[in-house]
């Protein structure tokens, strides 16, 4: 618990902020908005992937799409569950301290907000490792399960996430109510739990987006390998193929711009010596600041992540690039095992 001198529970630090300058600050019109157009965005794409789904035979493209479902549902039920506390605290703006004295709505945010920040970062490897693995050794899984297994690895995913964010609650770092005062997140503090916390959750998300770089790096230069071979005739890639890829290099980069500013704040400012944090528990205003601008740019993942799908599509890639509607793309990747020369 902070020394503020109060029965208040461990999640309030001191803040000097007006209600003036809450109200600047959080706009109710601007956090429904925000909310909105990211809900309406991720069920449009949750509308096209099931009609995807159900038109696609390909097993690997079926088991690609089985990632993006769950990308997309963790980014809808992410922007849900955060917007729904966030505009009504902006709308009303409610005393924190009065209406969670015990700190258990901010607990919860906290988790939630770790949870649904790491999981599309870690979904993204997910992907990477699929097409890294389909593409370069195509031989190498069972085509049967492929689809099962993508959905196993989703809820793999999940666990994990929900364990880093369940941390805190068993010691190891804290959540705190956060500037304006209408959000809850790590605690940016000298203490050994705040250090360890903020480091994991800053190098695995950089770590996630690094791995993410050098897997779709090399899917890329394979397909362009094939694409510009001496065998580019014969092995041609699909279409499907560059799709996946176009919209795997979308995300990426969406995850990469969005959430790579937040993850090095993260980490220079609990390795900041001397420590950003006082030990009443206060930060600057500068700092405070900082946090919510990253925070808000992090948040723009969740719109984006749908509209690369939406956007990188077969039909959209054909019209910005004709040519590879006219080309043959009756075979895959899989090199040709049985071509022999035919002696005459």
């Known amino acids: 618990m902070w020394p503020n001198g109060s029965s208040l529970g461990p999640c309030f630090r001191p803040m000097n ?14 956090a429904a908005s925000f909310c909105l157009v990211g809900l309406a965005s991720n069920l449009l794409a949750l509308s096209v992937l099931a009609g995807a ?28 569950i955060t917007g729904a506390i966030v505009v009504s605290q ?17 607990r919860f945010f906290g988790v939630v907000m770790v949870f649904f920040g ?3 970062l870690l979904l993204g490897v997910a992907m990477a490792s699929e097409r890294y693995l389909g593409i370069t050794r195509p031989f190498s899984r069972p ?21 880093l964010g369940l941390l805190p609650l068993l010691g190891v770092g804290r959540y705190t109510v956060q500037y304006p005062g209408s959000w ?17 959750f800053s190098l695995l998300g950089s770590f996630s987006v690094g791995l993410s770089f050098v897997l779709n790096t090399i899917s890329v230069a394979t397909l362009c390998h094939v694409y510009h071979g001496q065998e580019a005739a014969q092995q041609r890639p699909r279409d499907c193929e560059i799709e996946m890829m176009a919209q795997l290099m979308g995300i990426m980069v969406v995850a990469s711009v969005c959430w790579m500013p937040l993850l090095v704040f993260i980490a220079q400012t609990v390795l900041r010596s001397p420590p950003a944090m006082s030990p009443t528990g ?14 808000r740019v992090a948040t723009w993942n969740q719109i984006l992540d749908p ?31 049985t071509r022999r020369p035919t002696v005459v």
Do not use: K
């Open 90 to 106: 902006h709308a009303i703006l409610f005393d924190w301290h009065a209406v969670d004295p015990s700190c258990r709505l901010c």
């Open 184 to 200: 809850c997140f790590l605690t940016l503090g000298p203490e050994t739990g705040d250090v360890a916390f903020g480091l994991l």
């Open 118 to 120: 790491l999981c599309p």
């Open 53 to 80: 789904r159900q038109g696609s035979s390909n097993t690997p493209r079926s088991s690609f799409l089985t990632f993006l479902c769950g990308l997309v549902l963790t980014d809808f039920m992410g922007l849900l």
């Open 307 to 337: 509209w690369v799908y939406i956007l990188f599509r077969r039909a959209v890639i054909r019209r910005l690039h004709p040519r590879l509607s006219t080309q043959t793309r009756s075979l895959s990747l899989q090199p040709q095992l």
């Open 143 to 163: 085509a049967a399960s492929s689809q099962r297994r993508a959905w196993a690895t989703v809820g793999l995913v999940w666990a994990a996430a929900l364990a």
């Open 282 to 295: 206060q930060l600057s205003r500068t700092t405070e600041r900082q946090l919510l601008i990253y925070l």
């Open 17 to 30: 902020i007006t209600m003036e300058e809450r109200r600047l600050i959080a706009s109710p019109w601007f």
